[in-house]
């Protein structure tokens, strides 16, 4: 999953295919100061000024007529304080690299989303998470942040310099300042042990309470047209380190994962018929097994399939009724679904605009393969995840407004206060923006 640069042409699209734009300016700065001069550029131009990564998110939230700053080479690690056991990382630089730098050093991230090809501002911008009983999203283990602001000057905050902003800034949606440098809390490098096995999906439903408390990280995948999960239980370990083999990795994360399923995805595209019978074969591909690895071996997968995707966040207690409410809705709706729904936790944390923010939460992820019409299966799906007060992935398709959000979001004046006086001119806004946060 790599970058979608802008072409000759200058129109600019994600990775999902369903967001293009075509910004009036392009720069690509190599230190703070070209940047925070690009703002001031733009701003004296009258441009609007968006940062763009991996191009990830699956929402407008990045796009741009005005000017696009594309921070690749921004990226590396500043610095790494042992002492308080903290690492300063350059914005533009891909988790990827990030994750295997911190391993080099003997250091890890308490916990990461199930993909790494994002950008580090990217990802913590739109709120990117994984799965955790304790241990929350990328953002939740922020401890400092610096930003460009609107009017071009550089602004450092933690929870003891500038906390408001710091509170809210760490998942930002790049409405408060362009994200230059994060510093994160990391811990020397551990192993998890990784256990995967198919479950029913009532048993998983039924037993969901104690699976979340049982694991330090719990999560499944249910096959739409099935009654079948796939379920991944990630724990600390002792040892020893027992990786996946290169075969049955190749084999299963590769060729399964990733080829098989790509086929059968462009096969159920062309005669939708065929798609429950794919599903229930999809649904029995992956066997059961254990390996035990460093975290971002065991967290993250390789995602090469396209696709398209809502999540939303709802309440942890009412997972299991909107997963059967979920299923309900597949099956009497007559919508072909190839991709299985994905579903996490996390923990509540203080973040200003965090999907979890003051709440423990479960993500529930629908996808539809790329090219595939998915209006009407999102449609119906979100009426289910509103109707329990979800809160949207920021980076992932959503029709939610300002009303709605200042509903939800008990801190949601916080945010637009802080907007109001930190770009009181908008210079960061764009259409996704305004529909989120109001004018």
């Known amino acids: 999953m790599g970058s979608t640069a802008s072409g000759n042409s200058g129109t600019w699209r994600n990775w999902g295919g369903n967001v293009t734009a075509r910004p009036a300016r392009e720069v690509t700065p190599a230190s703070v100061e070209e940047l925070a001069a690009a703002v001031r550029r733009a701003a004296e131009d009258g441009l609007r000024v968006k940062a763009v990564g991996t191009g990830h998110s699956f929402t407008s939230i990045a796009a741009t007529d005005g000017m696009v700053i594309r921070p690749h080479l921004l990226t590396g690690i500043r610095g790494i304080d042992r002492a308080n056991m903290t690492v300063t990382v350059e914005a533009g630089t891909p988790l990827k690299r990030?994750?295997?730098?911190?391993?080099?050093?003997?250091?890890?991230?308490?916990?990461?989303?199930?993909?790494?090809?994002?950008?580090?501002?990217?990802?913590?911008?739109?709120?990117?998470?994984?799965?955790?009983?304790?241990?929350?999203?990328?953002?939740?283990?922020?401890?400092?942040?610096?930003?460009?602001?609107?009017d071009g000057s550089v602004l450092t905050c933690s929870e003891k310099e500038n906390p408001d902003v710091f509170a809210a800034a760490r998942i930002g949606l790049g409405a408060l300042g362009v994200v230059t440098a994060v510093t994160f809390a990391v811990e020397p490098v551990f192993l998890l042990t990784a256990r995967e096995e198919p479950m029913p999906l009532e048993k998983v439903l039924a037993e969901f309470d104690e699976l979340w408390a049982e694991n330090e990280h719990f999560e499944f995948y249910w096959f739409p047209h099935t009654g079948n999960t796939n379920t991944k239980r990630n724990n600390r370990s002792a040892g020893p380190e027992n990786p996946v083999g290169r075969w049955a990795g190749w084999f299963e994360d590769e060729f399964l994962s990733n080829g098989v399923f790509q086929v059968a995805n462009w096969v159920g595209r062309a005669v939708p018929a065929t798609v429950p019978a794919i599903a229930r074969i999809s649904s029995r591909a992956l066997s059961a097994r254990t390996y035990t690895d460093i975290p971002y071996k065991v967290f993250t997968s390789p995602r090469r399939v396209r696709f398209v995707e809502m999540e939303y966040a709802v309440p942890r207690a009412a997972l299991p009724e909107v997963l059967r409410e979920l299923k309900a809705m597949v099956d009497r709706s007559g919508v072909r679904v190839s991709f299985p729904v994905e579903v996490r936790t996390a923990p509540a944390d203080d973040i200003t605009l965090s999907t979890a923010s003051g709440r423990d939460s479960a993500y529930v992820a629908v996808h539809m393969f790329r090219g595939t019409p998915y209006q009407r299966y999102f449609t119906a799906a979100e009426r289910v995840f509103t109707a329990h007060e979800g809160r949207p992935h920021w980076g992932k398709i959503h029709t939610r407004d300002a009303a709605y959000f200042s509903g939800i979001y008990p801190r949601f004046g916080e945010f637009t206060a802080l907007r109001d006086r930190l770009d009181p001119e908008r210079r960061f806004q764009n259409d996704y923006l305004r529909r989120v946060l109001g004018s």
């Open 98 to 150: 990030l994750n295997m730098a911190l391993a080099r050093e003997g250091l890890s991230l308490t916990n990461m989303g199930d993909i790494m090809e994002q950008t580090v501002s990217g990802a913590i911008s739109t709120g990117t998470h994984g799965t955790g009983r304790d241990s929350a999203s990328i953002a939740a283990q922020i401890k400092g942040l610096e930003l460009v602001t609107a």
